[in-house]
């Protein structure tokens, strides 16, 4: 059995979590001879995770490839599904900044694009465009080259090649939404349609292809437009509406956006004004009389001194940070504050509510390895009785529970 991967011949960095997957990933890309560096991270929920980290080590050792990993604290929090692969993230971005490597690989294959597809669908997603073989990342992009074959394919060939896998128990647990489709759902399926799994994986490849033609189509586009002035807002207004969620990938090319995102940029645009502004992270977005611009957001030194935040909130800029706040219906309960909030530099001491118990701020910055030097630069957000709030960069308070109204909460982001 042959595994064809299709990838650039440059370095690449390769996510394995000892699953069969991963392993037979990391295995066919070093036997192709590609420049390979695996990634792994240890999340410490489970007994086995010490074991299968030390499995990975080995096989990369006898292969003579670089290996990197970091154990996840989870100090006073949840580690939810989501908040495990956010982490994973930026330890992957961190990696490929300091190594200069400008692909990562991951080992996601047919079946998790079924489920991702069926998942789309009941959650009433706008765009059901299931897992994309290729996608912009951090400085470079992120690579999905099985999306072609099926789980059992993986498991066979990894057989016929002798590669040793670790099999993760939580898989076979059904409280989670993706492992209800993958053991119950899918199965019933295919007993219901033979071979809809075939055709399914091949209409979300045809929809990925087009949606790749169509952003490269709107990435000439605004390359075309776009004069000393910005982007004209009336050749954005043209386009049809997937088209317009396009412009603001190009626009952001090393941002991950969600859907909210894109749902934001659509209903900022549908407003009738000469001017605004709308934010994503450090980027900022202008409406200047016809005209759009995207840039860094202008930044004040201020972070010599501490700096008091109005009542009217709005976005703050502290030494190299841009601070947004604003009421939601989700965040910080207004309720547990106390104003006015200060911005200002971590002080000995200061310790953040978490879901359990709280946490010092500095060993929040030792976790997440800043540099002792630089520690002190991490901006705090408190309010008056000097409960820290968020440390900028890494960290939300989470308090207790409270009835939760219609912007009766404080967002902070950044």
């Not at 991963?22 to 410490?44: C, P, R, T, W």
């Not at 799994?197 to 776009?226: F, G, N």
């Not at 008091?308 to 207004?334: K, N, Q, W």
């Given at each position: 059995?042959?595994?064809?991967?299709?990838?650039?011949?440059?370095?690449?960095?390769?996510?394995?979590?000892?699953?069969?997957?991963?392993?037979?990933?990391?295995?066919?890309?070093?036997?192709?001879?590609?420049?390979?560096?695996?990634?792994?991270?240890?999340?410490?929920?489970?007994?086995?995770?010490?074991?299968?980290?030390?499995?990975?080590?080995?096989?990369?050792?006898?292969?003579?490839?670089?290996?990197?990993?970091?154990?996840?604290?989870?100090?006073?929090?949840?580690?939810?599904?989501?908040?495990?692969?956010?982490?994973?993230?930026?330890?992957?971005?961190?990696?490929?900044?300091?190594?200069?490597?400008?692909?990562?690989?991951?080992?996601?294959?047919?079946?998790?694009?079924?489920?991702?597809?069926?998942?789309?669908?009941?959650?009433?997603?706008?765009?059901?465009?299931?897992?994309?073989?290729?996608?912009?990342?951090?400085?470079g992009q992120m690579h999905r080259p099985?999306?072609?074959?099926?789980k059992q394919q993986l498991y066979d060939?990894?057989?016929?090649?002798?590669?040793?896998?670790?099999?993760?128990?939580?898989?076979?647990?059904?409280?989670?939404?993706?492992?209800?489709?993958?053991?119950?759902?899918?199965?019933?399926?295919?007993?219901?349609?033979?071979?809809?799994?075939?055709?399914?994986?091949?209409?979300?490849?045809?929809?990925?292809?087009?949606?790749?033609?169509?952003?490269?189509?709107?990435?000439?586009?605004?390359?075309?437009?776009?004069?000393?002035?910005?982007?004209?807002?009336?050749?954005?207004?043209?386009?049809?509406?997937?088209?317009?969620?396009?412009?603001?990938?190009?626009?952001?090319?090393?941002?991950?956006?969600?859907?909210?995102?894109?749902?934001?940029?659509?209903?900022?645009?549908?407003?009738?004004?000469?001017?605004?502004?709308?934010?994503?992270?450090?980027?900022?977005?202008?409406?200047?009389?016809?005209?759009?611009?995207?840039?860094?957001?202008?930044?004040?030194?201020?972070?010599?001194?501490?700096?008091?935040?109005?009542?009217?909130?709005?976005?703050?800029?502290?030494?190299?940070?841009?601070?947004?706040?604003?009421?939601?219906?989700?965040?910080?309960?207004?309720?547990?504050?106390?104003?006015?909030?200060?911005?200002?530099?971590?002080?000995?001491?200061?310790?953040?509510?978490?879901?359990?118990?709280?946490?010092?701020?500095?060993?929040?910055?030792?976790?997440?390895?800043?540099?002792?030097?630089?520690?002190?630069?991490?901006?705090?957000?408190?309010?008056?009785?000097?409960?820290?709030?968020?440390?900028?960069?890494?960290?939300?308070?989470?308090?207790?529970?409270?009835?939760?109204?219609?912007?009766?909460?404080?967002?902070?982001?950044?």
């Amino acid at each position: 059995m042959r595994l064809d991967v299709n990838l650039p011949r440059e370095p690449l960095l390769v996510a394995v979590s000892g699953g069969c997957d991963s392993m037979v990933l990391a295995h066919v890309l070093h036997e192709a001879d590609y420049d390979i560096l695996i990634v792994h991270v240890h999340h410490g929920l489970r007994k086995e995770s010490d074991q299968e980290a030390e499995a990975i080590r080995n096989f990369a050792s006898a292969r003579q490839i670089e290996f990197r990993m970091t154990r996840l604290d989870w100090e006073g929090e949840i580690p939810s599904q989501a908040a495990c692969r956010n982490r994973r993230y930026t330890f992957f971005r961190q990696v490929m900044a300091e190594t200069g490597r400008r692909h990562l690989v991951l080992a996601h294959h047919r079946d998790d694009q079924l489920e991702t597809l069926l998942i789309q669908l009941i959650r009433g997603e706008a765009h059901i465009d299931g897992i994309p073989l290729l996608r912009m990342f951090a400085n470079g992009q992120m690579h999905r080259p099985l999306l072609a074959y099926t789980k059992q394919q993986l498991y066979d060939y990894a057989k016929e090649q002798h590669i040793q896998w670790s099999e993760d128990a939580t898989n076979a647990e059904t409280k989670y939404l993706r492992n209800q489709m993958r053991h119950q759902v899918l199965p019933l399926l295919a007993k219901l349609r033979p071979g809809y799994e075939e055709a399914t994986a091949r209409a979300a490849m045809l929809r990925d292809e087009q949606k790749q033609e169509h952003l490269t189509y709107v990435a000439e586009l605004v390359k075309s437009q776009t004069t000393e002035q910005g982007l004209p807002l009336e050749v954005v207004q043209r386009l049809p509406s997937d088209f317009k969620r396009f412009v603001l990938r190009v626009l952001l090319p090393d941002r991950e956006l969600s859907s909210n995102d894109y749902n934001r940029f659509l209903t900022w645009l549908r407003v009738d004004m000469p001017s605004g502004e709308v934010y994503y992270g450090n980027w900022r977005i202008q409406r200047t009389y016809g005209f759009l611009t995207c840039d860094r957001c202008p930044v004040r030194n201020f972070a010599s001194e501490p700096l008091e935040v109005g009542p009217d909130l709005g976005t703050y800029h502290y030494g190299e940070h841009m601070i947004r706040f604003s009421r939601a219906s989700a965040g910080i309960p207004v309720e547990a504050l106390r104003f006015p909030l200060t911005i200002r530099r971590p002080l000995p001491g200061d310790r953040i509510q978490l879901a359990i118990g709280t946490k010092k701020v500095s060993r929040i910055l030792i976790d997440a390895k800043v540099p002792r030097a630089l520690r002190t630069e991490i901006p705090v957000v408190v309010d008056a009785t000097g409960q820290v709030l968020a440390v900028i960069g890494h960290r939300i308070a989470i308090f207790g529970s409270f009835e939760l109204l219609a912007e009766s909460c404080l967002m902070i982001e950044w």
